[in-house]
Every structure is written in structure tokens, then in C-alpha cells.
């Protein structure tokens, strides 16, 4: 009984606020939808890739000193008193051995571009954050337009009813007046709301690239869980691998620079298609073996091999460094998280009983056991109560994601 009169008690009075906002001709929208038209539509993820593909470009560059070059070239050479001398030859080339400098940099250049991809993996994952975060404050702003729209509907009953008891001598006009004063104020705290909830529209619809209202839908997300279990995740997350990988890509440039100084072995020969004129004896194509032993460089091979070596601890220092803030993000996600929910409760308990003090107010009032200020009191309780209440909730959802984010997980809604 009780509860079914606090449900009219806010439920009073013609629907004003509601008159004003509606979502039903708004475009309907989930969770999944908003990250994947985010993704689809992120210029910087589309910057990303094409800098991978570049990473892609000089990895097979890398890989193409395995093979041998060919060159075709036509050459007209005179000298002044002397015969026109003309040749048409292709040339080819091979490096034999050269202290598989070539391998470590096709190495380097294939752990740089995993890198970039896993790189790239993780900007998506944080992409689908932003984008459910845009998608959470639309739906919190849309919620508190709502409360706040109810709000204003009940404090307006709240001032027909002081009128006409007013008009019978039973309210004093003072008391109207209070709560004509609540309802301007409610009516302003509901335009304030309107003016969040299209802020709110103007996030979303440019992380999705809508130009549409948009309504999000309630989320229905399934508990945590234990925190191990992120750890764990979080350890293969994909910019903790992409460390990994420049860290390999740092240990094979400086195994390279090492070999600065190794000699390197190198085969060419040409073939004349023609030459006039032909020498005597006449022959068509020569061949060449090249040993070439670097014996003094000014300090430059030292100094590239200190600076690749450097290079290297860096890159492990860096790896360290992604793998304890992985952890730290998991932690700090899980406490938000488990406090939001907290939070969540105990408002949910708190507004129970805020609704049931203000139907007691109301009841006491007209036995003229509490004033009219005391009721106003006790409906603006209800009103922040149930602010706060949504955005613990909305809070508590996003620290989910944050969690699932922070684990390396996809949003798969």
C-alpha cells in the first residue's frame, strides 16, 4: 500500500517535462552498434593503418636483399680522336655474405610492423571505451532528463494542491509561494539537463558519425568476476605484446650493428647484347667476386652499436613498464568498479526510504505536524537521490568496461 501511494505520489500532475522530450522519434541504438560505427568511422585509426602499411612497404623492402638484381642499360660513349664506342647490357648482382646483416634487419623489420598491428589492436580497444563512454553519458543524460522531467511534475501538483488549500484559507500564501519558487528552480534544473542530453547527442553522433538523435538502450552487463582472471588477461594484452615485439625488433638491430665490421661477399657479372665495337677477343659477359673488409670507420660502427645496444634496454624498460601499468589499469578498473556498485546499493536503499519520508512529509503536513518547507525538503531528497542513483549506475557500468578494456577484451555487445 505504501509503495503504491509513493508511486502516485511522483506520478502526480500533467506530464509537462515529458511533453517536451521524447526519444520515441530518436534513432534506436546499442552498445555493439556504437563501437562498431566508431571504429568504422575513427580518421585516427584509419592514420594508424596507413602507417602500418609503410611498416609492411619496408618490411618487404627488407626482404628483397635476399634476391638478386638485374639492371638493363644502354650506353653511347665517344672520346674525342677516337671511335664511338656503344653497349647494350643487362647486369646482375648478388650479395653472397655480409654478416647476415640482411636477415636481422628483415627480422627487425617484421617485429616493428607486429608492433604496429598489435598497436593498432589496442586503439581499437580503447576506441571501443571512448565510444561506450559517449554512449553511457547520452544515456545518463537522457535519464536525468527524465527525473528531472518528473520532477518538475510532481513539484507543479505540489503547488496546485498549496493553491487550493490556499483558496479555502487552510495553506498560507507564503507556502505557495515556496514551492512556486521549488518549481522554477526544478524548471531550470530540467533545461539544464535538456542542454547536457544534447551536449551528450553531439558525442555520440561524432564518435559514430551520425547526424541523427540517438537513443541509447539500457545496458545489461554481466558481473566481474574475480580479478585473477583480468590479470591473466592482461598479460596478453596488445600493447603489452607490441612491446614485446619492439623489444625483438630493438635485440635484432642491435645484433646487427654489431656486425657492422664483418666482410661482406658480393657476386655481379654483365651480359652485352651489344657492344661496338667488339673487343678481341670478343666477348659478351664478365663476372666479379667482390671481398670487401671494413677496417676503419672513425668510430662510427662503435657508436652505432652503443647507440643500438641502448635502443635495446629501452625497449626492455618499456615492456616492464606496459606490463605493470596493464596490472595497475586492471586494479585500478576493478575498485572503480566494486565501489560504483557499492555506491549503487546503497543508494538504491536510500532512495526507499527518501520516498517513504517524503510521503510521510506530505502526510504529517496535512496534519499540521511539519511545514511546507519540510516537504519541499524531502522531494528534493527523492530528486537528488535519484540523480546520484543513475550515475552510480551509469559509473558502475562504465568501470565494467574499463575492466573488460583494461583486461585487453573486446566489447562483443
Known amino acids: 500500500m505504501k509503495n503504491t501511494m509513493i508511486a502516485l505520489l511522483l506520478a502526480l500532475a500533467a506530464p509537462l517535462g515529458a511533453q517536451e522530450f521524447s526519444t520515441a522519434a530518436m534513432r534506436p541504438m546499442n552498445l555493439g552498434e556504437a563501437c562498431r560505427l566508431a571504429l568504422a568511422r575513427s580518421e585516427a585509426l584509419a592514420q594508424q593503418a596507413e602507417g602500418i602499411k609503410q611498416l609492411e612497404a619496408a618490411e618487404r623492402s627488407a626482404n628483397a636483399a635476399f634476391l638478386?638484381?638485374?639492371?638493363?642499360?644502354i650506353s653511347q660513349?665517344?672520346?674525342?680522336?677516337?671511335?664511338?664506342?656503344?653497349?647494350?647490357?643487362?647486369?646482375?648482382s648478388y650479395n653472397v655474405f655480409n654478416g647476415m646483416r640482411d636477415y636481422l634487419n628483415a627480422r627487425a623489420a617484421a617485429a616493428k610492423t607486429g608492433a604496429a598491428q598489435l598497436d593498432l589492436e589496442r586503439a581499437?580497444?580503447?576506441?571501443?571505451?571512448?565510444?561506450?563512454?559517449?554512449?553511457?553519458?547520452?544515456?545518463?543524460?537522457?535519464?536525468?532528463?527524465?527525473?528531472?522531467?518528473?520532477?518538475?511534475?510532481?513539484?507543479?501538483?505540489?503547488?496546485?494542491?498549496?493553491?487550493?488549500?490556499?483558496?479555502?484559507?487552510?495553506?498560507?500564501?507564503?507556502?505557495?509561494?515556496?514551492?512556486?519558487?521549488?518549481?522554477?528552480?526544478?524548471?531550470?534544473?530540467?533545461?539544464?539537463?535538456?542542454?547536457?542530453?544534447r551536449q551528450a547527442q553531439q558525442v555520440l553522433k561524432f564518435a559514430t558519425g551520425l547526424d541523427e538523435d540517438l537513443s541509447p538502450a539500457e545496458l545489461s552487463l554481466p558481473d566481474a568476476g574475480p580479478i585473477e582472471e583480468y590479470f591473466k588477461l592482461a598479460e596478453l594484452r596488445p600493447d603489452v605484446a607490441a612491446r614485446g615485439k619492439s623489444a625483438q625488433a630493438y635485440d635484432y638491430l642491435a645484433e646487427l650493428q654489431s656486425r657492422s665490421l664483418w666482410p661482406t661477399l658480393t657476386l655481379s657479372g654483365d651480359y652485352y647484347a651489344v657492344r661496338r665495337p667488339m673487343p678481341s677477343p670478343p666477348y659478351r659477359w664478365d663476372a666479379?667476386?667482390?671481398?670487401?673488409?671494413?677496417?676503419?670507420?672513425?668510430?662510427?660502427a662503435g657508436a652505432a652499436a652503443d647507440s643500438a645496444r641502448a635502443a635495446k634496454r629501452a625497449a626492455g624498460l618499456a615492456l616492464g613498464q606496459?606490463?605493470?601499468?596493464?596490472?595497475?589499469?586492471?586494479?585500478?578498473?576493478?575498485?572503480?568498479?566494486?565501489?560504483?556498485?557499492?555506491q549503487a546499493g546503497s543508494l538504491s536503499d536510500a532512495l526507499a526510504l527518501a520516498q517513504q519520508n517524503a510521503l510521510?512529509?506530505?502526510?504529517?503536513?496535512?496534519?499540521?505536524?511539519?511545514?511546507?518547507?519540510?516537504?519541499?525538503?524531502?522531494?528534493?531528497?527523492?530528486?537528488?537521490?535519484?540523480?546520484?542513483?543513475?550515475?552510480a549506475r551509469a559509473a558502475a557500468d562504465l568501470a565494467l568496461i574499463k575492466l573488460r578494456i583494461a583486461a585487453g577484451l573486446d566489447l562483443k555487445q
Open 68 to 73: 638478386p638484381s638485374f639492371t638493363a642499360n
Open 360 to 391: 510521510y512529509q506530505r502526510q504529517d503536513y496535512k496534519l499540521g505536524l511539519v511545514t511546507n518547507l519540510d516537504v519541499l525538503n524531502a522531494l528534493n531528497t527523492v530528486l537528488s537521490t535519484r540523480l546520484s542513483l543513475a550515475q
Open 124 to 197: 581499437r580497444q580503447q576506441l571501443y571505451q571512448s565510444a561506450a563512454s559517449a554512449y553511457l553519458g547520452l544515456y545518463l543524460a537522457q535519464q536525468q532528463v527524465r527525473i528531472r522531467s518528473e520532477q518538475v511534475d510532481v513539484t507543479a501538483a505540489r503547488v496546485k494542491e498549496l493553491q487550493a488549500r490556499a483558496d479555502i484559507g487552510r495553506s498560507r500564501p507564503g507556502e505557495v509561494a515556496a514551492a512556486q519558487s521549488q518549481l522554477a528552480q526544478d524548471r531550470a534544473g530540467y533545461l539544464g539537463a535538456l542542454s547536457a542530453e
Open 288 to 300: 666479379a667476386a667482390l671481398l670487401s673488409v671494413p677496417l676503419f670507420t672513425g668510430g662510427a
Open 77 to 92: 660513349y665517344k672520346q674525342q680522336e677516337t671511335m664511338s664506342v656503344s653497349k647494350w647490357y643487362v647486369s646482375g
Open 322 to 342: 606496459a606490463q605493470r601499468q596493464a596490472r595497475s589499469d586492471v586494479r585500478a578498473a576493478f575498485d572503480e568498479r566494486h565501489y560504483a556498485v557499492l
